[in-house]
Each structure stands twice: as C-alpha cells, then as structure tokens.
C-alpha cells in the first residue's frame, strides 16, 4: 500500500468477484436483447473493461465525458458533458460510472438521454455513496456501498493520481485538505 492510502477499502479480489456477479446479473436482465454500454470517463474505464468482460455476448460499447469535479473533492455543482453524443436511439443502453456520489451527473446524462428515444435506460455503478446524495437518481445495479469518504483507486483519482491502483482505497485526509 502507497504512503497517501490511510486503509484500503475494498480488495482486488473483492473487486473481482463483485464485477463477475454485476456482468452475470447484466446478461441475466438482457438475455434476448443487444445490450448499448457506455463508459464515463475518465473514472470508469477501469470498472467499464472488467463489466463488459463478464457480460457473456456481444456487448455495443460508447464514451463519454461527463464531470461534476473540476480538480479538488467537492462537487462543482454542476455538470459539464462533452456535447459528442452517441446514437441510442431504440437500444437499450446501460450507462456505466464509476461512483454515484451527489448524483448530478447521472441525473443529467439520463434526462439528456430520455431525450434521444432509447429502449431502455439503466444505470451501473461500481461505488455508490448514498450519503452523499443531493440529487435523486435511481441506480439500476451497485458494486459496493461506500461510506462518505474520499476514495481512490481502480479508476478513481484525486488531481488525475492513483487511478491505476489494483483496489479501492480511502485516501489520507491530510492528502487532499
């Protein structure tokens, strides 16, 4: 473990086994159907590779660029999305983020989605932090339910560091403070 990283939160291994049951659930709901997924970046890249691994077919996959954090640990308040769309008219897209924290982004990429007549919209996440919540957003399927601390790794960053780590982590508070 790193100096920044005050304890690890969530293993390798846990990662692993959770990410095998969130593709078997996802293929399970969508056994006859094409499945649209598509990645936010730059956080869910990670998550998004190892999901789309475990769905077993054919899965169409997108990016996109959405942010509520613009450098630091809060919210900016509001969301920015990168204005190149993707086509998800009648498919049934999975809209895959790495964390759900206040829910403004994904309450905003649904409803610009809504928009685009899609089959279905279903939202993953690999973190849910439900404490932190100040916008309702429904999550479609969860990883792990995260206590309101700040975390890294497996994707997650803080000032574009530690994505690249093999769990998730709960950074020192001295770190970012």
């Known amino acids: ?9 969530i293993t390798k291994e846990e990662l692993k086994e959770r990410i095998a049951q969130l593709g078997q659930e996802i293929y399970n709901d969508y056994l006859d ?13 990670v998550f998004f590779a190892d999901l789309v691994r475990n ?8 990016f996109l660029h959405a942010a509520s954090y613009f450098g630091g640990t809060e919210s900016a308040g509001h969301v920015k999305i990168d204005e190149h769309m993707v086509d998800v008219t ?3 897209l999975i809209i895959i983020e790495d964390i759900v924290d206040s829910g403004r982004t994904l309450a905003a990429l649904k409803e610009q989605f809504k928009d685009k ?16 919540r100040v916008v309702p957003v429904d999550v479609d399927y969860v990883g792990f339910v995260v206590p309101d601390e700040f975390v890294v790794g497996y994707g997650l960053d803080y000032d574009q560091k530690f994505r690249n780590l093999p769990y998730i982590g709960v950074l020192k508070r001295e770190v970012y403070s």
């Open 117 to 132: 007549s899609p089959k279905s919209i279903k939202i993953c996440t690999l973190l849910d932090k439900p404490d932190r």
């Open 90 to 92: 009648g498919k049934n």
């Open 55 to 62: 769905i077993d077919k054919p899965v169409e996959v997108a």
């Open 1 to 9: 473990m790193i100096n920044e990283i005050e304890k690890v939160l």
């Open 33 to 45: 159907e094409p499945i649209f997924a598509l990645c936010i970046l730059r956080g869910s890249f």
